[in-house]
């Protein structure tokens, strides 16, 4: 090839480079308002351009990332071992014929079984110069110590001041001032892809901040057993691992939106997805237990379904297609009956913000406490009304919920058993129900004279032994003991769930709020 025309295509390259360098830039400008400077387009080795930054520069996370992680600690726990008694049928020791009743062996076949002592480690996040600490209801729940230390090395004593199972949330408290401590962000502003970072202490390792983005938003994955669990998750793909539990989800001003709580996961590790509270909801229910002691938390009234009810389900209960959340039915004493609002009915909106699904009602009414008054828009015949509803607590009135102590909820009058009747009943301990009064108790078939030796299996030899048994359970446990003169060992199911309205209905796999 000559030299012209070599010369011509190198010419025509480099053109070509130009232009298109100057097509990119003004296609950049037009669509996220960047400018080139300097005859330069900015560098982002990432590909991504932050448009709120007017120097059009890539995201740095360096800033957020340095100011949060020395408000994030590492909790750790510790639940004593414990005896707990051996509800199997009683064993033959193949020995026994040597022994007699005076068998040495005895204990190895049929004695009491240890549990031995549990530790484990979570995340938290101080959220007041003088110590007060959010973090995950089962980062907590049942733990004898708590010890909390940040990211200076320091290690203090905490003090659980209250939790929520229904929200997974947990205050705990450790002494001193000047602590460095998040500032709330809002989590409604949070939007699909925009930029986050996850801040704890995943698999005991030191204080470790991943980035991803929000990849859903009012995520319910079914993870949260309790009684009336809200599940409304900002779901990301920032990497999180055990251990992050109760840490932070911050965006890239360093403001806290979200407190990390599970990951979606087939090996219990990491694998793409994982969960955060959003911070709104934090934020209530953090302010009522500090204030209360307990969640003051609303209620419509009303079951809605499943947002995975198949079609099937749907033409078996009747339940019709539209846009919104779908009223199934309506309880007799809660706030939505005494606002008008009918089965069939379809709520769209909840003080304007857009209502498509079952999660996002949750989180909407979860931000309020009974006696608060919300707008809600729902549609009926095709027709859209908007009312004003008094909300209601799950008892179907607007009184504060008060925190009973353990003795008050179970109802009656309790106390050690005496150790002459332990001694005649062959008892290592136990407590005996004096008196029945109202409460758990009474939901039981039990009778008065009753001593309860066992908690699912549990030892209970005194007071003590029965709220650190029962103080850590949820849902239906099994109580077990002797009538003192009777022969054989008895049981009763007793539901710590069981008490209040539920403002229930069959709707086909539904939820209630």
Do not use: C
């Amino acid at each position: 090839m000559k030299l012209k025309n070599i010369l011509l295509v190198v010419l025509i390259s480099a053109s070509t480079a130009v232009l298109s360098v100057w097509g990119y830039g003004k296609w950049m400008e037009n669509k996220y308002g960047i400018t080139q400077e300097a005859g330069k387009l900015p560098v982002n080795y990432a590909g991504f351009f932050d448009k709120n930054n007017n120097n059009a520069g890539p995201v740095d996370f360096t800033a957020a990332a340095t100011s949060s992680a020395p408000a994030v600690v590492h909790i750790k726990t510790r639940t004593k071992q414990r005896q707990v008694s051996n509800n199997l049928p009683k064993q033959k020791n193949p020995f026994s014929d040597f022994f007699g009743d005076q068998d040495p062996f005895s204990d190895f076949f049929n004695g009491p079984r240890v549990i031995p002592e549990q530790r484990a480690s979570g995340s938290g996040v101080i959220i007041s110069s003088d110590g007060y600490i959010v973090t995950n209801n089962h980062v907590v729940d049942g733990a004898d110590e708590v010890t909390v230390t940040l990211t200076n090395r320091k290690t203090y004593k905490g003090t659980v001041i209250g939790t929520d199972p229904n929200s997974d949330l947990a205050v705990i408290k450790i002494d001193g001032t000047n602590f460095p401590y998040l500032v709330y962000g809002n989590s409604d502003d949070t939007r699909l892809g925009q930029w986050v970072l996850a801040v704890g202490y995943p698999l005991n390792l030191d204080v470790t901040i991943t980035a991803g983005i929000i990849s859903a938003k009012a995520r319910s994955i079914g993870i949260n057993k309790a009684d009336r669990p809200i599940e409304s998750f900002l779901q990301t793909d920032a990497a999180v691992n055990p251990g992050n539990s109760g840490g932070a989800l911050i965006n890239t001003n360093g403001e806290l939106i979200g407190i990390n709580s599970a990951i979606a996961s087939p090996t219990g590790s990491y694998a793409g997805y994982s969960y955060a509270i959003p911070v709104n909801i934090v934020k209530k229910v953090v302010n009522d237990l500090l204030k209360f002691g307990a969640v003051q938390r609303a209620y419509l009234g009303i079951q809605y379904p499943s947002d995975n009810i198949t079609d099937d389900q749907k033409k078996q209960f009747g339940i019709k297609d539209g846009d919104g959340v779908y009223i199934s039915e309506v309880a007799p004493d809660g706030a939505a009956k005494e606002a008008g609002l009918q089965k069939g009915d379809f709520i769209t909106k909840i003080n304007g913000t857009g209502i498509s699904s079952g999660p996002e009602l949750q989180e909407q009414i979860a931000r309020y406490k009974p006696g608060d008054k919300i707008s809600l828009t729902y549609f009926r015949d095709g027709k859209e009304n908007t009312i004003n509803i008094e909300l209601k607590n799950k008892s179907g009135n607007y009184s504060v919920v008060k925190t009973e102590s353990f003795f008050e909820k179970l109802g009656g009058e309790l106390v050690n058993v005496d150790a002459a009747t332990a001694k005649k009943n062959s008892l290592s301990g136990g407590v005996l129900v004096k008196k029945l009064g109202d409460g758990l108790l009474k939901n039981t078939r039990m009778q008065e004279g009753f001593v309860i030796t066992s908690v699912d299996g549990q030892a209970v030899n005194n007071l003590d032994d029965l709220k650190t048994a029962l103080g850590s359970s949820h849902g239906t446990v099994r109580l077990e003991g002797v009538y003192p003169g009777y022969e054989g060992t008895y049981g009763y199911p007793l539901n710590l769930d069981s008490e209040g309205s539920d403002n229930s209905g069959d709707n086909g796999g539904g939820n209630g709020q």
